[in-house]
């Protein structure tokens, strides 16, 4: 038991006491993606972190090709944000369609992705993709499963929308990991500042990450991740929990590093 989240049989962590449906979908829907709109997305990002989107999503792409031996198909960007994995998947052939609660971040940054964008509730737009039996070949779920009530009920779900050769792409936070409890252990933070509920009710690592989705009888193909900012942690002059002033800072620098180990 750690602070307010409570050890899953599968070993990620989850919040103890879980907000309803009615609950999240009222939080969503009057304060999160208000303030979100304002504070999480930029209006006009820096050539490198273009450049580390598109080589991020080049990374995915290039990975599922590999597992599905071919590199056209159906796409399905379920919260896509400003509409980066979209614009990246159209341009290689893929038919797309994302889901977002607002088309504002899609008009700002992808504007010719608007066609293929459904607006509204994310949970309720991705459950009318269930009920509709539509059937996608990649399904690209980016920091999703860790907002949801039950992680394990939305991928078992996802069978019903994914193409007998498809893939889910999925990332999540690497929270609780090995980098976290010994910055808590050597004392460079002194509280688990990633728990965040309700914005975040689950909390994965790559070993829980794993069991959930083999748990859910999905085959793991590949496991890749992003420079680990929480590196950052372990300098005094680059503690960005810390001195919030130097976060900018650390967040350049892992967009140039992560940037350089891909190519």
């Not at 080049?58 to 599922?64: F, N």
């Not at 794993?210 to 009888?217: F, L, N, S």
């Not at 900012?229 to 900018?248: A, M």
């Amino acid at each position: 038991m750690i602070g307010k989240v409570q050890k899953h049989e599968l070993g990620f962590y989850e919040t103890k006491d879980k907000p309803t449906v009615e609950e999240l979908q009222d939080y969503y829907a009057n304060k999160y993606y208000q303030e979100a709109s304002s504070s999480s997305y930029e209006f006009n990002y820096s050539k490198d972190e273009l450049e580390y989107f598109r080589a991020r999503n080049e990374r995915y792409y290039s990975v599922a090709k590999k597992i599905r031996k071919t590199g056209e198909g159906s796409f399905l960007d379920v919260g896509c944000g400003e509409g980066f994995g979209l614009s990246y998947f159209k341009e290689q052939s893929y038919i797309v369609k994302g889901l977002d609660f607002s088309s504002s971040r899609v008009l700002s940054q992808n504007p010719d992705c608007l066609s293929e964008l459904v607006t509204g509730d994310l949970f309720e737009l991705l459950k009318i993709e269930i009920e509709s039996k539509n059937i996608y070949d990649i399904i690209y779920l980016q920091n999703v499963l860790e907002h949801v009530i039950d992680p394990i009920d939305l991928l078992n779900d996802l069978h019903n929308i994914l193409s007998l050769d498809g893939v889910i792409i999925l990332t999540v936070p690497n929270d609780f990991s090995i980098i976290h409890k010994e910055a808590i252990r050597r004392k460079h933070i002194d509280e688990e500042f990633w728990i965040s509920a309700p914005d975040h009710l689950s909390y994965f690592e790559k070993n829980s990450l794993v069991k959930i989705c083999k748990t859910t009888g999905f085959n793991v193909c590949d496991l890749l991740g992003d420079f680990p900012i929480d590196w950052y942690l372990y300098h005094q002059g680059s503690n960005y929990i810390e001195d919030k002033s130097v976060g900018k800072n650390a967040h350049n620098a892992r967009i140039e590093l992560d940037r350089m180990l891909a190519y």
